[in-house]
């Protein structure tokens, strides 16, 4: 890549006005390396109509009621989706072919569609769902529906095993029902108890002597030991009766339970009683249903988290034996990895470290869209995929069952922390061969595994795999991938042996995929940078035409003139890697301009961990529409994609470890000197802002560098990390009691005496993600540090994310006026 260049999307302007309908009518960008100081042509506009800051926060029912949670039908022709209702939160089905219009699928018909969870038999005859809690077979060929059960309770985690049988589970137990009879079979029942101990003997002098002295209560004690002799022995005869109980332990919380597609076998995983909200705080609702203050519930701190540990229990279900797996055989179970962070805290407080070696709380992966345990297909072996409390570890790890103990087939370690992304894993079908993403190399690629051999990795580049895809005779593994170009993402397959990478779709926007069950074709989900998500079907080859079957976006917003962005890498002072921004030029911008100076915003995306600078439709379409809004006024609009975004690798992810707020605002600042070196934006006129993640770096944008920042909008913001969740910010600043250091110098409320501009702070009071009280320990700080220029708008009724138009309005409507103010 050169660095000093400048890489801008031309968007096709009958790509605006029609939408993507094939292949070819979808390429809808070219990527052009110029010069730094030459600048793209002005972006080119559709519609006729001029946003306005109402429209672009009403309710987004008015741009598209887009296709949502599509999956394939179980004759891989049929693509059924949900669409939302107008005017309300209730959603329709539908169902469409390549050949037909979306046909709603009536209430009384919704049970026979199939699910997005469907599986399938392996020899591809049946498939099998839940609806509403109960099961259905549907045989693909006939399309015969069979309801397997039709009761109250929640039946879930179906899998066909090698019997032929249908397996699901209710609570803690697990059936069995065999679909020719329809006999249903109890496989095990487990128990968040100690056994039952069964009649004792008596033990002590005084039970004894009441045994021998009075006949009473001897007989009583003969007839029960008689009785629990006769059920032992009906059990022991009569095989009609179902007696797999298993006892996991008293006060212990269940985590997973995986049964084997052998159905002799189980892997239960347990923990101390812990969730999301035990020991939090509350959050109270000053606008309630009946008017009173409601205390709600909401989550700990990262500083009140504790470490713990999961247990993995074997249980063989034919012989009834339970056995506690030791984590002492995975490879770095007792590293001391983070000696040299808690040295630094030690020395700071003029005390000495000795590191030593100790067991690590280690635990199941939490399933982030994935099944952290995983059966081969003769259900003979299972794979586990566990991380450390510290997060500096993950492990996939198999089982030797006549050991019993775990084997380790990859250890991915991590300086910084391992991410919570990209850990696809799983079996080959017709080999005990595992396959998984790792980013061991600095980008999360695929690798195979024989159990007992070598790892191989099966793709490489400077590009981000995901979404894996298991072909059923193991020849290909499907992914998505950004090779092209860091914004750009396609699919693609790799073959599992040459390791040769096929490209499946060229669309040029942010593309995902479901494979039809017989693997012939490919659902795809699809948006560019200016149109909204729709659906297309593509046949499994490479340049195979892509065809749109649904068209959900309105006239009145293809009506609307907006300002399409650019995509633009700003050279980065600090790394030889680029800045991916989007760069929403003024309407009236000429290239090469000079005289009177323009105004700039940069936009800070949240989650730390996301992408904006991608040429999908935005997540932040409302912002979109604002800096289309701003643009079409004068300003040019900037939104970067900061170090520890999405989409860029291991090293462009981590390099916020032990210090939020540094390399991100390094990066702001190289992207006003680009705006002030190539679109002839005025220094002394540039203001930031930014929601959750992105109100933070508002807040540490206008303390450490003011003279940068003339004025900025923290919205929903992290004020003090150590208040923020466990799950999230012990990652990146590990945790409070063992690395302080990190805290201080990544919290905003640490440098607020920095603050010297205007500074507009917008905080929902619902707020369970980042509490209210972070705004009202800062705003309490501001005041007594006698700071001025700076105001507080709070919405009473608002989570995290906004739900009424009106509070969106009020948010922009004041954000708006901050900068028209103070640039």
Not at 24 to 52: C, Y
Not at 140 to 164: P, R, V
Request: glycine share 6%; charged share 25%; net charge negative.
């Amino acid at each position: 890549m050169i660095k000093q260049s400048l890489l801008s999307i031309a968007v096709a302007s009958s790509l605006m006005l029609t939408g993507c309908q094939t292949t070819s009518q979808t390429k809808q960008s070219e990527v052009v390396d110029q010069p730094i100081q030459s600048v793209v042509a002005t972006p080119v506009d559709f519609g006729g109509e001029s946003i306005t800051l109402e429209q672009a926060m009403a309710h987004p029912d008015w741009i598209s009621r887009k296709p949502e949670n599509a999956f394939w039908a179980a004759n891989s022709n049929t693509v059924i989706f949900e669409q939302k209702q107008v005017g309300n939160e209730l959603r329709d089905t539908f169902m469409v072919t390549t050949s037909s219009s979306p046909q709603k699928v009536m209430l009384e018909q919704l049970h026979s569609v199939g699910a997005q969870d469907a599986i399938y038999s392996r020899d591809g005859r049946y498939q099998a769902y839940t609806f509403k809690g109960n099961v259905f077979v549907k045989q693909i060929a006939s399309g015969d529906l069979k309801q397997i059960t039709h009761s109250s309770q929640t039946e879930y985690d179906l899998q066909f095993l090698n019997s032929g049988e249908l397996a699901y589970r209710v609570d803690n137990t697990f059936y069995r029902v065999d679909l020719a009879s329809g006999l249903t079979h109890e496989i095990a029942k487990l128990h968040l108890s100690e056994a039952p101990k069964g009649l004792q003997e008596p033990s002590t002098y005084i039970a004894k002597e009441q045994h021998k002295l009075i006949e009473f209560v001897a007989l009583q004690h003969k007839n029960k030991a008689d009785k629990q002799a006769r059920e032992e022995a009906l059990k022991a005869e009569n095989t009609t009766i179902a007696d797999n109980h298993f006892y996991l332990g008293k006060g212990k919380q269940l985590i997973e339970a995986s049964l084997s597609p052998a159905g002799d076998k189980l892997i239960a995983v347990i923990s101390d009683p812990r969730s999301w909200r035990d020991e939090g705080d509350i959050m109270p609702n000053y606008v309630s249903q009946d008017g009173h203050i409601e205390s709600v519930p909401a989550r700990r701190k990262v500083a009140d988290a504790k470490s713990h540990a999961s247990t993995v229990i074997f249980i063989d279900i034919t012989s009834g034996q339970q056995t506690e797996l030791s984590y002492d055989t995975l490879p770095g179970y007792d590293e001391d990895v983070l000696a040299a962070v808690k040295k630094e805290n030690a020395e700071r407080e003029g005390k000495t470290y000795q590191s030593k070696a100790a067991p690590r709380d280690i635990n199941l992966m939490p399933p982030w869209g994935l099944d952290p345990v995983q059966w081969n297909s003769a259900g003979d072996e299972v794979a586990l995929m566990l991380e450390a409390w510290d997060n500096k570890d993950r492990w996939i790890a198999t089982i030797d069952f006549d050991k019993q103990q775990f084997v380790s087939q990859h250890r991915l370690h991590d300086d910084a922390w391992v991410n919570y992304a990209h850990n696809d894993f799983g079996w080959f079908n017709n080999a005990n061969t595992l396959y998984y993403l790792s980013e061991q190399s600095g980008y999360s690629h695929i690798y195979t595994k024989p159990i007992d051999g070598k790892a191989t990795q099966l793709t490489d580049g400077k590009f981000v795999v995901s979404d894996l895809t298991l072909a059923k005779n193991d020849a290909h593994i499907y992914f998505k991938a950004n090779v092209k170009h860091p914004g750009i993402y396609e699919i693609y397959r790799v073959n599992t042996r040459t390791g040769e990478r096929e490209q499946l779709t060229d669309l040029n926007g942010m593309t995902d995929y479901n494979l039809s069950p017989d693997e012939s074709k490919l659902l795809l989900t699809h948006s560019t940078i200016m149109m909204p998500e729709e659906l297309y079907v593509t046949d499994v080859q490479p340049n195979a035409v892509a065809k749109r079957v649904t068209h959900t976006i309105s006239e009145a917003f293809s009506n609307k003139k907006l300002i399409a962005p650019k995509i633009v890498a700003v050279p980065s002072s600090h790394g030889e890697a680029p800045i991916y921004s989007k760069v929403y030029y003024p309407a009236d911008y000429v290239a090469g301009e000079t005289g009177k100076k323009r105004k700039a915003i940069i936009f800070n995306h949240g989650a730390g961990y996301t992408q904006d600078a991608h040429m999908g439709w935005s997540y932040y379409f409302r912002e979109f529409m604002f800096h289309s809004l701003l643009a079409s006024e004068g300003y040019v609009v900037m939104d970067m994609d900061y170090r520890a975004s999405k989409g860029y690798g291991r090293d462009w992810r981590t390099a916020i470890y032990r210090h939020m707020g540094k390399p991100e605002i390094e990066d702001l600042v190289d992207g006003v000197n680009w705006m002030v070196d190539n679109t002839n934006v005025d220094r002394e006129a540039v203001g930031t802002y930014g929601g959750s993640y992105g109100g933070f770096m508002t807040f540490m944008a206008l303390f450490t560098q003011p003279d940068v920042f003339k004025a900025g909008a923290a919205i929903r913001p992290v004020t003090d990390w150590a208040y923020y969740n466990h799950g999230y910010t012990s990652n990146i600043l590990n945790h409070p009691d063992v690395d302080p250091i990190a805290y201080e110098r990544s919290s905003p409320i640490y440098f607020a005496q920095g603050l010297k501009n205007e500074l507009l702070i917008n905080a929902p009071m619902l707020d369970d993600n980042v509490f209210f009280q972070d705004v009202v320990r800062l705003v309490q700080r501001l005041i007594e540090l006698e700071k001025t220029g700076f105001e507080t708008a709070i919405y009473p009724v608002e989570p995290h994310g906004f739900r009424q138009p009106s509070s969106w309005l009020d948010e922009y409507r004041r954000i708006y006026k901050l900068f028209k103010e103070n640039l």
